[in-house]
């Protein structure tokens, strides 16, 4: 990965200004709401960033982020990694109306402060990369795990009355 630590803090006004470009790495653990799907927070993520203004002079950024996070396997319950990778181009809007607007491809940025953290902006992107449900791969062989269920013959289910038994004898009752 790249030497450099992107910067804590990005002013996207004054970075598409500059029509800047970033790359660079930010460690997991910066990265609360996604460390907390995953089973580690040791490593980090590599980004580049670009910097520019869209046709209507809204700042704009794009780029990619990936990284490799450690989950556990919803089939077999083992600890796994998994690589994750996200692509990404944002516009800063001053609405929700306004970023309705945009078009396919272009995510809204909701303009709070000027300045926005890199590890926020980046957690983002890979907790939308996340799978739905973390399993290895096809070929991996890995198994269901089941737990064990007690063996009974079936005398036990045929004694216990059915759910609605009561209410069909209230029924009759009342007839």
């Known amino acids: 990965m790249s030497g450099e630590t992107l910067p804590e803090y990005l002013d996207l006004l ?3 200004e500059q029509g800047a ?3 660079g790495h930010l460690p997991l653990r910066a990265m609360k709401r996604l460390v907390s799907s995953l089973v580690s927070d040791e490593g980090e993520v ?3 960033l670009r910097f520019e203004f869209d046709p209507i002079r809204r700042p704009q950024v794009s780029g990619w982020v990936r990284g490799e996070v450690e989950l556990v396997c919803q089939r077999c319950l083992e600890t796994f990694r998994r690589p994750l990778t996200a692509e990404f181009r944002l516009v800063l ?3 929700e109306a306004e970023g309705e ?3 396919d491809g272009i995510e809204p940025l909701l303009r709070g402060e000027e300045q926005i953290r890199a590890a926020e902006l980046l957690e983002d992107e890979l907790i939308l990369a996340l799978p739905v ?3 290895h791969g096809e070929d991996s062989g890995c198994q269901l795990q089941v ?3 007690p ?3 079936g005398s036990a289910e045929q004694r216990k009355p059915g759910a609605f038994a009561a209410l069909a004898a209230l029924n009759r009752k009342n007839d």
């Open 14 to 16: 004054r970075l598409a």
């Open 21 to 23: 470009a970033l790359v």
């Open 46 to 48: 590599e980004a580049e």
């Open 93 to 95: 809007v001053q609405s």
């Open 101 to 103: 607007r945009l078009m």
């Open 133 to 135: 449900v973390a399993m």
């Open 147 to 149: 737990a064990a269920q």
């Open 151 to 153: 063996v009974t013959d």
